[in-house]
């Protein structure tokens, strides 16, 4: 029942109020099968309600597959990892073998992970040669990543599903299938992360890291502290039932294979 955005105001009965990040997960962390009590306070909502979590070990999958009624390959990816692209073939490859007409593609809460993970899978989608971001530097010299996949999906309606949980190489792909081929983004606000770091160490063996460029979509729009706005919002549910977001991209998506 608890959705992204909660604001956790007691655990058990330990105000949050000052507490630091790393204080709160290790009091909310425990032994498994223990109970934990959250109060939880959400917008839209006129009093706090307290939760009692089950403590558990929690896997979080890189995919999950589900053919839709109609034909629409549902397919929610939740970072991009180094499996990824390995992981990415064996679905697709599923959606063609069931028929697929039409995707959904998922990136609600993905925060990102590798940047060559997010060309690759633009590959699927796009023509070879698109150009998938624009790394921009501090110098003004810019470096155009371009898409170098099978374009399986090239001319397949496609339309996807973001947040303010989508981050990074999320905001990469949307932005990459938007800007070439017009695909729908669909939900809330994207998170704005568009920067690029690297990390140099001093010599008192202390590190800093420096953000030397910044990640623009292929027709030049800022991703960093911005974000990406969807052609549909949809804003998340108030109550952790039913998804009117996912709903709202199967409604595009079918209207978009029926024309």
């Given at each position: 029942?608890?959705?992204?955005g ?10 949050t ?8 997960i ?8 223990t ?23 929690i896997?979080?999958?890189t ?22 692209p ?50 921009r ?15 399986a ?11 303010g ?14 800007d070439?081929?017009?695909i ?33 979509t ?20 108030v ?21």
């Open positions: 029942g608890l959705m992204a909660d604001k956790i105001l007691q655990i058990d009965e330990m105000p109020a000052g507490l630091e990040v790393e204080e709160a290790k009091n909310i962390r425990g032994d498994v099968g109970d934990v009590s959250l109060l939880i306070m959400r917008d839209g909502w006129n009093e706090a309600r307290e939760f009692t979590i089950t403590r558990a070990v896997t979080i999958p995919i999950d597959f589900e053919m839709k009624p109609g034909k629409i390959a549902y397919i929610a990816l939740h970072n991009f990892n180094a499996n990824v390995t992981l990415f073939y064996q679905t697709a490859l599923e959606a063609v073998v069931q028929g697929a007409r039409g995707v959904v593609l998922d990136l609600r809460n993905n925060p990102g992970g590798f940047l060559d993970v997010a060309v690759n899978l633009s590959g699927w989608f796009l023509e070879r040669g698109s150009i998938v971001v624009v790394e530097f501090h110098t003004g010299a810019e470096e155009r990543l371009r898409a170098r996949g099978n374009a999906f090239a001319e397949t309606p496609v339309v996807v599903l973001v947040n949980g989508s981050a990074s190489a999320s905001e990469i792909l949307a932005g990459a299938l938007r070439n081929r017009s729908k983004l669909i939900g809330s606000q994207t998170f704005g992360k568009g920067s690029v770091q690297e990390v140099e160490t001093l010599k008192d063996a202390s590190s800093l890291k420096i953000s030397i460029a910044e990640w623009l292929p027709k030049g729009h800022k991703i960093n502290r911005v974000g990406l706005t969807p052609d549909v919002v949809v804003e998340p549910p109550e952790a039932d039913g998804d009117p977001q996912l709903e709202k991209a199967l409604e595009v998506i079918a209207a978009e294979i029926a024309s």
